[in-house]
């Protein structure tokens, strides 16, 4: 089993739209979540971390639930911009971060 | 400063070459990480260095072989590659230590893009 699953997607939205992504995380013991962002032929650039509170940044939402394993992005009112892969990333272990397989989303005029 | 430093940002060699590539951040991280991307697919983790010490290889073949001159530096030398070798190289740092909450991320660089031909 994966450690790290996400629907590759790709998620097709016109702008203005909201979109969710999901994520699941196998191991319990997994400590810190985060949401990635990369553009294709870039680096990954951290979105934001996911705190079991939840967190919120702009239109950016993330949730984490522990008991299910589960950790979430929200993005509200989508723009040309946002179109690019979102990597849900779990870390254990002290310093392994793992890769879901990534989730592509394309905004549409 | 949030940067990491990777360099060269696009290399091509052949089988028979040896070349390196370097990783500088200062963050004052003290883990720092190799992973290989090939297209349309995550980051592969292939090296994690701790305190300067080398803390997890991924079954990474000898032909890639690691270094952490000092906190700040991190380099991957390579020698005898194949040609499924090429991939984008990333390096990345965070602090060490797993928690949730801010300062546990890791920060990538831009990558070395090699081509093994």
């Known amino acids: 089993r994966k450690e790290v699953e996400q629907d590759p997607g790709p998620f097709n939205v016109p702008e203005g739209a909201t979109v969710a992504f999901n994520c699941t995380y196998s191991n319990s013991a997994s400590q810190s979540f985060f949401w990635y962002r990369q553009d294709c032929r870039k680096e990954p650039k951290l979105l934001m971390s996911v705190y079991s509170s939840g967190n919120e940044d702009g239109r950016f939402t993330a949730q984490l639930n522990r008991a299910s394993q589960y950790i979430s992005l929200l993005i509200r009112d989508s723009k040309l911009s946002d179109s690019a892969t979102y990597l849900c990333?779990?870390?254990?272990?002290?310093?392994?971060?793992?890769f879901g397989s990534g989730t592509k989303l394309n905004v549409k005029p | 400063d949030t940067e990491v430093t990777q360099t060269p940002k696009h290399l091509v060699m052949g089988m028979t070459n040896k070349k390196s590539l370097k990783c500088e951040q200062h963050?004052?991280?003290?883990?720092m990480y190799w992973y290989k991307q090939k297209a349309k697919k995550p980051p592969e983790l292939m090296f994690v260095?701790?305190?300067?010490?080398?803390?997890i290889n991924e079954s990474v073949p000898s032909r890639f072989s690691p270094e952490c001159p000092n906190s700040s530096l991190l380099n991957l030398h390579l020698h005898a590659l194949q040609p499924e070798d090429s991939a984008l190289y990333l390096c990345a740092s965070s602090q060490v230590g797993g928690r949730e909450g801010p300062g546990t991320e890791a920060f990538f660089g831009q990558g070395t893009r090699l081509t093994v031909v």
């Open positions: 990333v779990v870390n254990r272990n002290f310093n392994k971060f793992y």
């Open positions: 260095y701790s305190y300067e010490k080398l803390s």
């Open positions: 963050m004052g991280h003290r883990a």
